[in-house]
């Protein structure tokens, strides 16, 4: 069973900075397509950034520059970090892992709420 769980969530003031973590189990994610979503009160879900299984990375153009999308595959874990961190940011993050095979699986994990504020 593949689960996928989220932490380094909170509130963090504008500027700031917070990485979140994303633990899978059940799913090698070395080999797998690797990306963060948000999404705000009121609006859909958005992609944030992307890591491909052949190191290629895909920020959204409102968060190049400040985030950054990695992992660790003796961890089995994938990270954002986010850096000067506006309110526009505020949001819950979602990680997903979409299997690279043809008809691939995609799965998401529970959610990080994500609060930008003074």
């Known amino acids: 069973q593949v689960q996928l769980v989220e932490s380094g969530g909170g509130l963090v003031q504008p500027g700031g900075s917070l990485k979140l973590s994303c633990a899978a189990s059940?799913?090698?994610?070395?080999?797998?397509?690797l990306s963060w979503y948000r999404q705000a009160p009121g609006k859909q879900r958005e992609l944030v950034a992307s890591?491909?299984?052949?190191?290629?990375?895909y920020y959204a153009d409102s968060v190049k520059g400040r985030f950054i999308i990695s992992k660790d595959d003796f961890k089995n874990t994938v990270y954002l970090q986010m850096n000067s961190l506006k309110p526009e940011d505020t949001g819950v993050y979602y990680c997903?892992?979409?299997?690279?095979?043809?008809?691939?699986?995609?799965?998401w994990g529970q959610g990080t709420q994500v609060t930008v504020s003074s």
């Open positions: 997903n892992v979409r299997e690279s095979g043809p008809g691939g699986s995609e799965y």
């Open positions: 059940g799913i090698i994610v070395d080999i797998n397509f």
């Open positions: 890591l491909t299984p052949f190191r290629t990375t």
